[in-house]
């Protein structure tokens, strides 16, 4: 698993490639944690998701995480550019009732 960032009007851009599972999810909590949380984190976080194969329980586990220390803040978080079996996963589990997914990068962008 990999993570890269950038800034966008604003709004953080994180987007993990590879697998989020048991063995890399302790990584990429403290990664994301690290770029969104804290007195110079980030609040408006998108998740591109574009570049990511697999997610685990655990790794779902993460974003819901994220997404409640920044609805604490006043916050947001969006995810966007799920392949079809990933977000098949979300439905199946209901996570996307409990957070907002998009299409593209850009709608999600649009979100902010």
Known sequence: MNL?????????VLSPQ????TRTSSE???AVMAHA??????????MNFGGLDYIN?????????LAKRLAGVKGKLVL??????????????GFNQILTI??????????F
């Open 4 to 12: 890269t960032d950038e800034t966008k009007n604003g709004v953080l």
């Open 57 to 65: 329980s655990t790794g779902m586990r993460v974003l819901l995480i």
């Open 102 to 111: 998009t299409d593209t990068e850009a709608d999600a962008l649009e979100r």
């Open 37 to 46: 949380i804290g007195p110079e984190g980030a609040t408006q976080v998108v």
């Open 80 to 93: 966007c550019e799920m392949k079809e079996h990933i977000l098949e996963v979300f439905k199946i589990s």
């Open 28 to 30: 990429f909590e403290q």
């Open 18 to 21: 590879g697998r989020i599972d």
